[in-house]
């Protein structure tokens, strides 16, 4: 199956967890930042994308309201995920932080990619994976 293919595909989401949060979504893949971006709005969430930290940052500075989530690949170019997110609490502090990563979480940590702690949804990863990362680390405390 083709990812054209894939992408057309009907999700089916029905018992998988929803929210109505603001979630910024920062993947350099544009057909994996597409495919992300679907099941996050099928799921009730506002998503704001990029395809770099930079673009992100830019965002950010022009949302006025909360931004409740980052969602960001760890590793892109031009930069790292962890980075934009230490920028971006710069800014915002409030908003949470979860990575996406085609690395373990112990190779991530090894490489020092990222910290202990820090969440992490390993690619690859289903729609409801996905859509149940997002909503535990925002309902975690904060």
């Given at each position: 199956m083709s990812l054209h293919q894939w992408e057309e595909r009907p999700l089916v989401?029905?018992?998988?967890?929803?929210?109505?949060?603001?979630?910024?979504?920062?993947?350099?893949?544009?057909?994996?930042?597409?495919?992300?971006?679907?099941?996050?709005?099928?799921?009730?969430?506002?998503?704001?994308?990029?395809?770099?930290?930079?673009?992100?940052?830019?965002?950010?500075?022009?949302?006025?309201?909360?931004?409740?989530?980052?969602?960001?690949?760890?590793?892109?170019?031009?930069?790292?995920?962890?980075?934009l997110a230490e920028r971006l609490g710069a800014v915002r502090p409030d908003t949470k932080v979860l990575f996406m990563s085609g690395s373990t979480e112990h190779a991530a940590l090894r490489r020092g990619l990222l910290r202990p702690g820090a969440a992490l949804l390993p690619k690859p990863f289903t729609a409801a994976g996905l859509a149940t990362a997002v909503r535990n680390v925002l309902d975690r405390p904060a």
């Open positions: 989401l029905e018992h998988a967890p929803r929210g109505a949060e603001v979630v910024l979504l920062v993947e350099d893949e544009p057909s994996v930042r597409r495919l992300v971006r679907r099941v996050l709005v099928r799921q009730g969430y506002q998503v704001l994308d990029a395809g770099c930290a930079d673009e992100a940052l830019a965002i950010a500075e022009g949302q006025n309201g909360v931004l409740h989530l980052l969602l960001t690949d760890s590793l892109m170019p031009g930069g790292t995920g962890p980075a």
